[in-house]
């Protein structure tokens, strides 16, 4: 009989409402002052609305009616959930209480200093301090592998992040990054944390899907917000939650590890980071992985077209809302051919789990292609998109519906591989 030896949760969260801006908090506040109401949370119907705006296909026609709220409102409910809890290690009490004692969880790291919604109460530099000193502690040390943040625009990030990872009482065990914030992932500012990253084969987990904390500023101050620096046309999203698709498309890591793209952005001959190790978070998301399912259009794109013979795709379509081929692509068929394409991209599965209708195309996916299979990762996204209560439900959900193979797979022997443990 198949058996686990333990479970690896590669994509979970452990900040708190301090670490969150003071203007993106306004909203919350409101949210969990309401949650602390027990009959709101405890009653069947309030929970069934909460699942009920998650689906996907309610999301996306929450999105046409009012995309600045009404989309992102199934994320504020399960952020304010969790709302009073202020320390990291009462978050990662909560998070183990919902599996086997012996579960390992990747704890990503978030700077939001940059995305232009106000301060924070407590400041990056206190977030990874307080994480640091949890993993010298032996009751956490084998148990969590903390995420160390890199925003190009915090001026000594390059120093903070190679002294967490080669922090020899209190390893970070990789590197966090999520260009909605208001980068893209190939910014040269990043390139010594790149490279310090290639050589030591340091795991890089990145945000890939539309989400909604992202840069709240102002764009027309700053050409690369714009145009693409690429593709050099003019990006056609606008508003601020719109306009995040633009730094996290799956494309942007073909220019970060295609080397001729690369070293024709950064005018270095030599630059060569097609080896990274990289795991694009959420896997597109289930919006994009409903698309395939639901979609009758050029299926075949799939399965048959390489990111090299999508280049002209990328210089001339991304942007074209008007191109008949534009439809032809979802950044699910993307990832699959970034993972097939470069030997150390992977994905996880994480927020996509609360949408049961991707399972199917999950399973199959990790039962026929030998190329993607061995490069995907287990992920909640906890606390997140987890609802209170619910991390238990979905963790096993999936794995019953997997199998004990192919769940062992992307829970433990894929991540292992990926965390270098």
Not at 136 to 161: E, G, L, Q
Not at 284 to 301: C, N
Request: include cysteine.
């Amino acid at each position: 009989m198949i058996k686990t030896p333990f479970i690896i949760n590669s994509h979970t969260h452990c900040f708190t409402i301090e670490h969150v801006p003071n203007k993106f908090t306004k909203t919350l506040t409101w949210f969990s002052w309401l949650l602390t109401i027990k009959w709101i949370i405890k009653h069947k119907f309030i929970r069934w609305v909460i699942n009920f705006l998650n689906k996907a296909s309610i999301k996306t026609a929450l999105g046409w009616i009012a995309p600045s709220f009404l989309k992102s409102l199934p994320r504020l409910l399960n952020f304010a959930e969790f709302y009073n809890i202020t320390t990291q290690e009462k978050l990662i009490k909560e998070l183990q209480s919902y599996y086997p004692t012996n579960t390992k969880f990747v704890l990503l790291t978030m700077d939001m200093e940059y995305m232009s919604a106000g301060l924070p109460i407590k400041k990056f530099q206190a977030q990874i301090d307080e994480l640091a000193r949890l993993k010298r502690n032996p009751d956490y040390k084998h148990i969590i592998y903390p995420f160390v943040f890199a925003d190009p625009r915090r001026p000594d990030i390059t120093s903070i992040v190679i002294t967490r990872l080669e922090d020899t009482e209190a390893p970070f065990q990789g590197i966090k990054l999520y260009p909605a914030l208001g980068y893209y992932p190939f910014d040269i500012r990043l390139k010594e944390i790149y490279s310090h990253a290639l050589e030591n084969e340091t795991p890089i987990i990145t945000h890939c899907i539309r989400g909604a904390v992202y840069y709240r500023g102002k764009k027309s101050d700053n050409y690369t917000y714009i145009v693409h620096p690429y593709t050099e046309k003019e990006l056609p999203f606008k508003k601020p939650v719109d306009f995040t698709v633009n730094f996290t498309h799956p494309y942007n890591y073909e220019c970060l590890l295609n080397p001729q793209i690369l070293r024709s952005l950064w005018n270095d001959p030599e630059i060569d980071l097609s080896n990274l190790k990289l795991c694009l978070g959420h896997f597109g998301g289930e919006d994009e992985w409903l698309k395939y399912i639901q979609d009758s259009w050029r299926p075949d794109k799939y399965l048959t077209t390489t990111v090299d013979e999508c280049l002209d795709v990328k210089k001339n379509v991304w942007y074209d809302e008007t191109s008949p081929d534009k439809k032809a692509y979802s950044w699910f068929s993307i990832i699959c051919e970034l993972i097939r394409k470069y030997p150390n991209v992977y994905a996880d599965i994480s927020y996509m789990l609360c949408e049961e209708r991707v399972l199917p195309l999950l399973k199959v996916l990790l039962e026929t292609d030998n190329q993607i299979s061995p490069k995907v990762l287990f992920g909640t996204d906890f606390y997140v998109v987890s609802k209170a209560g619910a991390e238990r439900e979905m963790s096993l959900y999936v794995r019953g519906y997997l199998g004990e193979e192919l769940f062992r797979k992307i829970a433990y022997e894929n991540p292992k591989k990926f965390l270098n443990i």
